[in-house]
């Protein structure tokens, strides 16, 4: 956030009971982008949009930046629950995404920083440069040609992305790099110029649906859903949930999602030297085949941005400011860096550490939906690959809201239900586990230069 172009003042909180035609819980990207679809495409229509913090306080300003068309189900896995066609028409519909997002932000004068150069998935044993082959036949089994995702060689992956040890990689061009802090805010202002309200300072305690009145009912009870505030109650006849990570503060949330963290780290700017070495010339987002997710991305300004999983899960699914900086996860990214790109300097300057929650849901399957009966819409459980998918989950919520019979409201992510977490302490050892698990299993194929079997097995446990 400290590099965003407003001084980040919050704007006024409710002051009191209002009643609107849609109120939108949580001003990140989903909740925006699902406000400013609406707001286009019904300009009469009273919108609000309600935030505990400020816009873009959540993971929608603090995350690595990849714009990308990346979905946290396999293509398979979705194919095996939803049928061929309905998993190629989502992947499309992702990759789709990244230029809308391009179209969007240009045509709102949205200064992100937005460069479509691609994201380079390195491999570095001989064992993820399987897992790349493998990515590649997949992709082929379902329609995906080489302007989808082509294998590099040592040689081409290395002029690109200037890592260490590279003996191949796969390119995908679907992803643009992203200043997400830029963009969030950004969006907040376009939205309020379509005329939409956004609360700030102002905490949800709890969303009630709207209850059918019945005929004759003498108590009268409201066609409206209420949205129960520390600052006043909202009523609105559609409530849409856009609060990802910290769905489980809500209540009889707890389990919806587990807010599991990632974490990031930026270097101050590096120099022409180093980049002439490493590449990135066309700010591709860069990471490699190993289980354990890292990202990373060279910024407009010329830093590295940095991040991975692998911060413990907080029990009872706890989201607090203080998770966001762990000194152990930042530290290992730190040496993940420096074994990544040995040509940074030795006194490398860390300008900034951060984190925050992603929401992962009991079947990693993100989805989006509008429950007609009671007027109450969601979008989220996008794991880690939520900043494209959240701009395709708000076109998709506003066509639902305007009752649009459209391609988007019937992807095979439409009305998805994930299985709830199990109660703890079964969640907290369950996540955890799993978290170990793909750290050993990274450790594992180094050592022993074969696939982990483990890593396999608590894949498929989780369905991908
Ligand atoms: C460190 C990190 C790196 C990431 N990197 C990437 C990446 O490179 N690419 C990618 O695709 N995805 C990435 N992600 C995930 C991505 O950022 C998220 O999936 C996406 O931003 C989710 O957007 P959202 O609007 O649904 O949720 P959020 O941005 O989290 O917004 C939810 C909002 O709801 C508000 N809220 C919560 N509870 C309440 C309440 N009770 N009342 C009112 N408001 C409330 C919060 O304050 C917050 O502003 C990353 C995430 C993190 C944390």
Redesign the pocket.
């Known amino acids: 956030m400290s590099s965003v172009d407003d001084d980040l003042t919050p704007r006024p909180a409710l002051d009191g009971d209002t009643d609107v035609d849609v109120c939108v819980?949580?001003?990140?990207?989903?909740?925006l982008w699902t406000a400013y679809y609406l707001a286009r495409a019904r300009p009469t229509l009273r919108i609000a949009v309600?935030?505990?913090?400020i816009a873009?306080?959540?993971?929608?300003?603090?995350?690595?930046?990849?714009?990308?068309a990346?979905f946290p189900q396999s293509v398979s896995a979705l194919a095996r629950r939803h049928g061929r066609a309905a998993a190629v028409a989502l992947y499309r519909a992702m990759q789709a995404t990244v230029d809308e997002v391009g179209a969007v932000t240009a045509a709102e004068g949205i200064d992100c920083d937005f460069a479509k150069g691609g994201t380079i998935t390195m491999a570095r044993t001989p064992v993820q440069l399987e897992r790349a082959r493998l990515d590649i036949q997949e992709a082929r089994e379902y329609g995906f040609t080489e302007d989808d995702l082509r294998l590099l060689d040592a040689e081409e992956a290395a002029r690109r992305c200037g890592a260490a040890g590279v003996l191949g990689a796969t390119y995908t061009p679907h992803c643009a790099a992203i200043h997400?802090a830029k963009l969030v805010r950004g969006l907040a202002r376009a939205v309020e110029r379509r005329g939409v309200t956004i609360y700030e300072r102002?905490?949800?305690q709890e969303i009630r649906p709207r209850t059918t009145v019945r005929q004759g009912d003498p108590t009268g009870t409201h066609p409206n859903g209420t949205v129960v505030t520390d600052r006043g109650t909202v009523r609105a006849a559609t409530v849409v949930r856009?609060?990802?990570?910290?769905t489980p503060?809500?209540p009889s949330m707890r389990r919806v999602v587990a807010p599991v963290y990632?974490?990031?780290l930026s270097t101050a700017p590096l120099p022409a030297s180093f980049w002439a070495e490493v590449g990135l010339a066309r700010r591709e987002t860069f990471t490699d085949h190993r289980h354990l997710i890292i990202?990373g991305q060279r910024t407009a300004d010329d830093r590295l941005a940095f991040?991975g999983r692998g911060a413990p899960y907080h029990f009872r699914s706890a989201v607090r400011p203080e998770f966001d900086r762990d000194a152990a996860v930042h530290a290992a990214l730190r040496e993940t860096l420096a074994e990544l790109f040995p040509s940074l300097p030795d006194d490398l300057e860390i300008t900034h550490h951060w984190?925050?929650?992603?929401?992962v849901p009991r079947d990693w399957h993100p989805s989006v939906g509008l429950d007609q009966r009671t007027g109450v819409g969601w979008?989220?459980g996008?794991v880690?690959?939520?900043?494209?998918?959240?701009n395709l989950a708000g076109r998709t919520l506003a066509d639902l809201i305007a009752g649009a019979d459209s391609e988007l409201v019937r992807l095979p992510w439409v009305g998805h239900r994930s299985p709830r977490w199990e109660p703890e302490p079964l969640r907290w050892l369950g996540v955890n586990a799993g978290l170990r698990v793909m750290t050993a299993a990274d450790a594992e194929e180094a050592r022993t230069g074969r696939p982990s079997r483990r890593a396999a097995l608590f894949s498929r446990l989780l369905g991908g």
């Open positions: 819980v949580g001003a990140g990207y989903t909740g309600v935030e505990a913090e873009g306080y959540g993971a929608s300003g603090r995350n690595g930046g990849w714009c990308s990346l997400p102002t905490r949800v856009a609060t990802e990570g910290y503060t809500l990632s974490l990031m990202y991040g984190g925050g929650p992603l929401g979008a989220g996008y880690g690959d939520g900043v494209g998918t959240a």
